[in-house]
């Protein structure tokens, strides 16, 4: 049967064979009709007469007979690969299979065994928590019963043991520095200032400052607390250092100076920098008149800069065109306008405006011109630089150019006394040197800083502190020519009788000869 379907399968090839056998030379027979099967008539095939007939017919079964044999050895074949393919893959997917529940069955032991280990640490940690905690409360006990302090060393055990987290630090430098027997030298060169200062800050900011202890751990000492802030006005070290120094996290040397600065600014103020009283305010005017000669001076003016990180808003507000243009680097900065004494003490301050803004634009925002246009200066000087506009209460020297003698000598003695708000600013920057560099303290925190070190500048200089000649600061600020500088022409006449008075009463001096 299978035979029978396969030679009908190859019946084209013999068609095809048999045609091939057909010819067309002469000597060819016509082999079957064209319409009838009886009968030969027209349009029959022809082929080639002659004994080559029967060999051909043979040749055309051999032929079918390779064809047959080559399909069912193909045949063959194709099955012998599927199976050898069927069981390829069911071996591969037995050792998967064996691989897959190895893993398995090593992945249930070791996490059976880190369980294993983690309980095992786990009592091992509970168990020494108790043993210290009992050795903490039978310490406490002992030290209850021979120094009678009754419940309140009852509850010393609980805040001993849960003081255990805390990170330990050394605080070794901090407290060889707050010994007795630490050179009182070495202190002032830490602090800028004396030990006796030192607590008098600490005394004056105690109620301020203190805190109280918590169930997590002791609260910092107030004299480590000012330590810390005063240490990092004084050195402008960054806050890992400081870190480092007083054994304290940077984080909570951040919070410190912040809390200690604001304490100074709200408490100290008030008591250390403010305008003088009207019997005080005569000795000023009296003591500027024994130096410059020039009568009503209750106060000389200055502005600064101090240098900033570029901040991330308002950044052009901010830009010191004259700072970069000197230091060859861009320059950010706030300035820092304050009236001194003639001993260099700020009696007022305006802080924090930008640097792109002249002296004279600070000065029109400052609280100090708000008061003096209402009336609060009457019969005052504040002596400025040629930054500064003349106005009924502020003077200034000449600015024209070909100055007489008269005018000249003038301004040698307006000179005398800005000398003195200069070097006031220059021992602030000095002292505290953090105002040296550019600072990590944000914008809006950065005036409560500066603050302080202005009323820790006066707290030095009226207890006399002594300043180390290494600390000296040269100012470099330039002054720039406001667009009016002449405001009031009151102020103008008087000036000029002033300067004619020096000249003609022997007060001038000669230096501008």
Known sequence: METTSMLDDFSYFYSFFQDSTNTIPDGTTVVGGGGNSGGGGGGGRKRKSGAGGGDDGGRLKDILASLLMLDEEEKVDQEKWVLD??????????????RAQAMNEYHADMVERFGEMEESESSRVKRARRSASAVAASTAAAAASSDNVGSESSSQPAGHHRRLWVKDRSKAWWEWCNHPDFPEEEFRRAF?????????????????????????????????????????????????????????GISTCHKLVLEVCAAIKSVLMPKFLQWPEEEKLKTVKD????????????????????????????????????????NQKTSYSVTVQGVVDPNGIFTDVSIGWPGSMSDEKVLEQSSLYQRANSGFLRDVWVVGGSGYP???????????????????????????????????????????SCLQKRTEVKLL?????????????????????????????????????????????????????????????????????
């Not at 008269?406 to 800005?418: P, R, V």
């Open 85 to 98: 393919s069927d069981n390829d893959r069911a071996l591969f997917e037995e050792n998967h299979r064996m």
């Open 192 to 248: 800028r200032m004396s030990r006796a200062t030192f607590n008098m800050i600490c005394d004056e900011l105690d109620s301020v400052v203190t805190k109280k202890d918590t169930m997590l751990r002791l609260a910092i000492p107030v004299r480590q607390r000012v330590a810390v802030c005063i240490w990092r006005l004084a050195t402008g070290e960054p806050l890992r250092l400081v870190s480092k120094r007083f054994g304290l």
């Open 287 to 326: 003591e500027f008149e024994s130096i410059s000669g020039i009568p009503g001076v209750g106060g000389s003016m200055y502005t600064t800069h101090i240098p900033i990180i570029a901040p991330k808003v308002n950044v052009a507000a901010y830009f010191n065109k004259r700072h970069t243009e000197r």
């Open 390 to 432: 003349l106005l009924d209460w502020v003077m200034i020297p000449y600015t024209h150019h070909n100055l007489t003698w008269t005018q000249h000598a003038f301004n040698e003695k307006i000179g005398d006394i800005q000398r003195v708000s200069k070097a006031a600013f220059a021992r602030l920057k000095g002292r505290w």
């Open 445 to 513: 925190d950065l005036p409560v800083v500066l603050g302080a070190c202005c009323v820790l500048h006066n707290i030095c200089e009226m207890r006399k502190e002594e300043m180390d000649p290494e600390l000296n600061f040269d100012l470099f600020d330039d002054e720039m020519i406001p667009e009016n500088g002449l405001r009031s022409a009151s102020s103008a006449q008087a000036r000029d009788r002033v300067a004619h008075d020096l000249l003609h009463h022997g007060l001038a001096g000669n230096a501008f000869l």
